[in-house]
């Protein structure tokens, strides 16, 4: 194909907005080359437009192919968030872009736009993705235990960079992930065919891109994987195709090293609670109600074999107690105190009719999973008195 400077395409708004608003989003501005990565690459040839992007940083590539009726080949280079706003406010129909000489027109009904454009250049090359190795494809439900599950317990502190990320891990057909903040820690696996035995860790920001990914029950998200000549994995690709997109998305590796999670996860524990999520989650919400930071401490204490005691307190007399009934083997009048926020986000993060808490002692883990599915795990450091 010639890269012509005469390019034309005609594509549905709906269609080309929503291609525009996911690729937008990954372009980092704090990047010291914001000028030139703001702007996005669009390579217009057989029955597709593919649009490209890069932050230089975390994502090495995004690149979207969309369905188009192609009058003339050729690429060009746009700022995304212009081309973006112009889209969303157009009427829906279709649109007709063009380049002429050196501007790049933009036809839909009665609305007219003229933009300039920059030279095509690509942040990705066929050959390199030629060089990836597949690990294995997830399904939506799959996705959402490795993504949405752990995204929750990633560390937001750039200066703890090694939290900064999941870790994932593939061995003897399982997929298994984790992150932790130091407060708080998950723990996931999906039973999988993998291809490979590695590991790797990804951004955060990766993390949270990769779970927005909106897919649907009969397609599947197939990973790839680049090593260098350590061994070690640089990039994660992952590819997802339906009707509409095909979208391709390589990411950097952290190149540090993940802490021995499985270190900090007890193995024996004192106490036993089954209790109904959603009871729960309520009380708790009512009872820290007297708190204006989500990071105050909820005392939990078990008062006899079907009950637990949930209390909050602060310095100028203020509290507030309820009690609720629960399934309970341990110690009675034990108790241990949690950030009430943290236990929040976990207990709206499982799934299941009912709870299983696990506690050591007032200074252990406390360990939370669905009654019947251990495949979500999580660890709720408590808080001292």
Request: charged share 25%.
């Amino acid at each position: 194909m010639s890269e012509s400077t005469n390019a034309s395409f005609i594509i549905s708004r709906s269609i080309l907005y929503k291609a525009l608003s996911y690729i937008v989003r990954f372009v980092d501005k704090r990047t010291i080359s914001a000028a030139v990565v703001a702007n996005i690459k669009i390579l217009i040839s057989g029955n597709f437009i593919t649009i490209s992007t890069t932050d230089e940083r975390v994502f090495d590539a995004v690149i979207i192919k969309v369905p188009a009726t192609i009058k003339r080949e050729g690429s060009f280079a746009i700022n995304g968030s212009t081309f973006q706003d112009i889209i969303r406010n157009l009427e829906e129909s279709e649109v007709i872009i063009e380049q002429v000489e050196n501007i790049l027109k933009i036809v839909c009904l009665n609305s007219e736009f003229v933009l300039p454009y920059s030279m095509y250049q690509k942040c990705y090359s066929e050959e390199e993705k030629d060089n990836f190795k597949p690990l294995c494809s997830i399904n939506l439900f799959e996705h959402d235990i490795i993504f949405n599950k752990t995204k929750i317990a990633i560390c937001n502190d750039e200066t703890r960079y090694n939290l900064t990320g999941l870790y994932i891990e593939s061995d003897n057909d399982k997929l298994i992930a984790a992150s932790t903040d130091s407060h708080k820690l998950a723990n996931v696996h999906c039973d999988i065919e993998v291809k490979a035995k590695i590991h790797f860790i990804m951004p955060r920001k990766a993390v949270l891109e990769i779970a927005k990914l909106d897919i649907n029950l009969e397609n599947k998200i197939n990973i790839s994987y680049l090593e260098n000549s350590e061994n070690f994995v640089t990039k994660v690709l992952f590819h997802y195709k339906d009707d509409y997109f095909d979208i391709t998305i390589i990411i950097n590796t952290l190149a540090v090293e993940f802490p021995n999670y499985k270190a900090v996860i007890p193995k024996v524990f004192d106490n036993f609670i089954i209790a109904n999520t959603a009871g729960l989650i309520k009380i708790i919400e009512r009872v820290s109600s007297i708190f204006s930071d989500r990071n105050k401490g909820i005392k939990l204490r078990f008062i006899s074999e079907n009950k637990i005691n949930i209390s909050a307190n602060l310095p100028d007399g203020s509290n507030a107690q309820e009690d609720f009934n629960i399934e309970y083997k341990g110690k009675i009048n034990s108790f241990v105190v949690v950030n009430h926020g943290y236990l929040l986000d976990i207990l709206k993060s499982l799934k299941g009719e009912n709870i299983k808490i696990s506690t050591l002692n007032t200074m252990g883990g406390i360990l939370l999973h669905s009654e019947n599915d251990n495949k979500v795990l999580y660890l709720v450091m408590p808080l001292v008195t």
